[in-house]
């Protein structure tokens, strides 16, 4: 993602092909890897990452390749997101569950790289699935079907003569203003892609059990009646809890959203006459919430499969204690049983630890702005709401963009608030 950022998008891509490599063989586990986790902790085992990680592999790869103008390398990854997206359709199906198993940004990028290569029939199916992934995850995305997919809707159907798809998208969208077909194949289209604000980071959650009277007492007196967050105290913890040796920890993770502070942009276009087009960015694609919905879904397992390794690593500190009394006699029993609990209990608390790993690089949210201009030369320019540092991806300064008729560019901004 840094390098899509700086402008490297050939080492971006090499980068990206060898992340999707990792992703496919670490679909195969090994035994020893998921012992040495559920004797210690998840970061025991190579990060995996999450189903909306893998999907943006291939959508920050797609967009590599369009700002290389390799549109037929970027369908390639439209291709692979169609795949990947009806693989995770197909399980949420036969789990009966209303989770990510669609994206609607990846399908609406699908469909404006189907249109700039001129493949209209598909550039309508992926407008139309586009939409109905936006309407499938509104309730808990937040993100409506932005109004230039839905003039992206019409025009395409439109261009392939589907009166009835157009008669109904009118009466459905009956304030989107559109082009025809014909009119953008005339004109040039600018697609600004703007990463705001930063991806979630996650934190512990320690859950604190205490299984004796006493012990209550002190974990109440410890930390009172919230669960603590972060690695704050945690040798202290490991040392009280492991003399005790009555406390079972548990750890969870849990997301700190960092939300962006600008909700849109406008983007200029001026050419050498002076005369200016403009535009205001959409949001399109909402990555906390993605996020959120993952952690959301995969929390009751992780719990179970928590709770199960405190009680096993509780379970063996527990019989190294009476081991370790029995070996050496009764007179030093006390204390070798203390130190012994000090500590095989006191690791055991130590080493719980939650699976923090994200894609921390990813923003927050994701706009996209669009705009089609006559054929010439133009200026780029955009002005975020809210202020916010913004600086355009390989640019050290506002673009110069040359438009021929039917092309289609991609830009990058990257707003850091």
């Given at each position: 993602m840094a390098l899509h950022l700086a402008g490297d998008y050939a080492q971006s891509n090499e980068a990206l092909e060898q992340a999707e490599e990792i992703v496919e063989r670490l679909y195969t586990r090994t035994i020893r890897s998921e012992t040495l986790a559920f004797l210690t902790n998840d970061n025991a085992l190579p990060y995996e990452g999450d189903p909306y990680e893998h999907v943006m592999v291939n959508v920050v790869k797609a967009l590599n390749y369009a700002a290389q103008n390799d549109i037929a390398g970027a369908l390639v990854e439209a291709r692979r997101i169609d795949?990947?997206?009806?693989?995770?359709?197909?399980?949420?199906?036969?789990?009966?569950?209303?989770?990510?198993?669609?994206?609607?940004?990846?399908?609406?990028?699908?469909?404006?790289?189907?249109e700039a290569a001129g493949d209209l029939n598909n550039a309508f199916i992926a407008y139309r699935n586009a939409c109905e992934a936006y309407e499938a995850m509104r309730g808990w995305s937040q993100v409506a079907?932005?109004?230039?997919?839905?003039?992206?809707?019409?025009?395409?159907?439109?261009a392939l003569g589907l009166a009835d798809e157009?008669?109904?998208?009118r009466s459905t969208y009956p304030d989107v203003e559109w082009l025809s077909a014909s009119a953008r194949q005339r004109l040039a289209q600018v697609v600004m892609i703007s990463y705001n604000g930063r991806a979630p980071r996650k934190e512990d959650l320690y859950l604190d059990l205490p299984i004796s009277l006493d012990a209550l007492q002190l974990v109440?007196?410890?930390?009172?009646?919230?669960?603590?967050?972060?690695?704050?105290?945690?040798?202290?913890?490991?040392?009280?809890?492991?003399?005790?040796?009555?406390?079972?920890?548990?750890?969870?993770?849990?997301?700190?959203?960092?939300?962006?502070?600008?909700?849109?942009?406008?983007?200029?276009?001026t050419d050498e006459?002076?005369?200016?087009?403009?535009?205001?960015?959409?949001?399109?694609q909402d990555l906390t919430a993605l996020a959120e919905k993952t952690l959301t879904e995969r929390l009751p397992a992780m719990t179970v499969k928590a709770v199960a390794r405190?009680?096993?690593?509780?379970?063996?500190?527990?019989?190294?204690?009476?081991?370790?009394?029995?070996?050496?006699?009764?007179d030093a029993a006390?204390?070798?049983g203390l130190l012994v609990s000090l500590l095989a209990k006191g690791l055991a608390v130590a080493s719980e630890e939650a699976d923090k790993r994200s894609w921390r690089t990813l923003p927050d949210e994701i706009h996209v702005a669009r705009v089609w201009v006559p054929s010439?030369?133009?200026?780029?320019?955009?002005?975020?709401?809210?202020?916010?540092?913004?600086?355009w991806a390989s640019e050290a300064k506002e673009p110069s963009l040359n438009l021929s008729p039917g092309q289609t560019i991609f830009l990058f901004r990257r707003v850091v608030q």
């Open positions: 795949h990947r997206l009806n693989v995770l359709s197909d399980r949420l199906k036969g789990k009966g569950k209303n989770g990510y198993g669609n994206d609607g940004f990846a399908r609406y990028l699908s469909g404006m790289l189907y079907c932005p109004p230039s997919l839905r003039a992206d809707l019409l025009s395409s159907a439109e157009v008669d109904r998208y109440l007196l410890n930390r009172g009646f919230s669960p603590s967050f972060g690695s704050r105290d945690r040798v202290m913890d490991s040392v009280l809890y492991g003399l005790s040796g009555r406390v079972v920890r548990v750890a969870l993770p849990r997301l700190i959203h960092q939300k962006t502070k600008i909700p849109v942009e406008t983007m200029t276009l006459q002076g005369a200016s087009y403009a535009t205001r960015s959409e949001r399109v405190a009680a096993t690593k509780f379970s063996m500190a527990e019989g190294a204690v009476i081991g370790s009394q029995q070996a050496v006699g009764r006390p204390w070798v010439g030369r133009y200026r780029a320019t955009v002005h975020p709401s809210g202020g916010g540092v913004a600086v």
